[in-house]
């Protein structure tokens, strides 16, 4: 268990739809970031919150936005959905110094029908 | 972010030492090399990082080279259980800076 929490484990939803992934870093870890890992594919970078700020963007969608909340939780928000977007999306979580790694969440997995 | 090159997939049989080298012609000074390891399914899990020589923990050892132009992760004796995608990073992931984990090398383990 990394001490990432995220919710639902599974999602399943039509095309057109907007749906919310929620993220709970580890205890004491100011920054999160959220990837997208379609099937057999590598992981994508998605965008970094630290302590409440965006920090960096990746190969995030338009139709996808993030925040993180004064709590440090985050969410992740897909909207527009097309059957493309069907991903495992991961949120990971870390202190933030130089050698710190990154703790992954278990992932949610988002099914577009 | 230091672009990294790893095999796309290595088959193992049981017991033996598995070696995966990663290559990372455009390492920073600063830059650091950090393994993890993926089940299907799940996140990815760190195994090990370095900045130079070597480094050893209960779970594998990661080999350095002077110029840091390459690592490899030394995976003792493996078992079934250890097929998984590992993946190199290569970069201050302390920064504000983008992260990116590549394709991996998917390893086979066989009995």
């Known amino acids: 268990d990394s001490g990432v929490t995220q919710t639902p484990k599974h999602l399943i939803t039509a095309t057109g739809q907007r749906v919310t992934l929620r993220c709970s870093p580890r205890s004491g870890d100011l920054s999160v970031y959220w990837y997208q890992q379609s099937l057999d594919q590598g992981l994508q970078f998605l965008i970094q919150?630290?302590?409440?700020?965006?920090?960096a963007k990746g190969n995030i969608l338009e139709r996808f936005s993030a925040q993180q909340f004064p709590d440090l939780h985050s969410e992740l928000n897909l909207s527009s959905l097309e059957l493309g977007d069907s991903a495992l999306y991961f949120c990971?979580?870390?202190?933030?110094?130089?050698?710190?790694?990154?703790?992954f969440g278990p992932g949610t997995r988002l099914t577009v029908l | 972010l230091a672009k990294t090159t790893q095999p796309i997939s290595m088959d193992s049989y049981e017991g033996q030492e598995v070696n995966i080298t990663c290559s990372h012609n455009?390492?920073?000074?600063?830059?650091?090399i950090t393994w993890y390891q993926q089940f299907p399914s799940q996140g990815p899990r760190f195994i090990i990082q370095g900045y130079k020589t070597k480094v050893t923990n209960e779970v594998a050892s990661l080999f350095i080279p002077a110029d840091r132009k390459s690592s490899t992760l030394s995976l003792p004796r493996v078992s079934l259980s250890d097929t998984a995608v590992y993946y190199c990073l290569v970069g201050v992931t302390g920064g504000y800076q983008k992260v990116t984990f590549g394709t991996g090398t998917k390893l086979q383990v066989i009995p």
């Open positions: 990971a979580s870390r202190k933030n110094s130089d050698t710190d790694t990154q703790y």
């Open positions: 919150y630290y302590n409440g700020e965006e920090r």
């Open positions: 455009n390492i920073a000074t600063n830059d650091y």
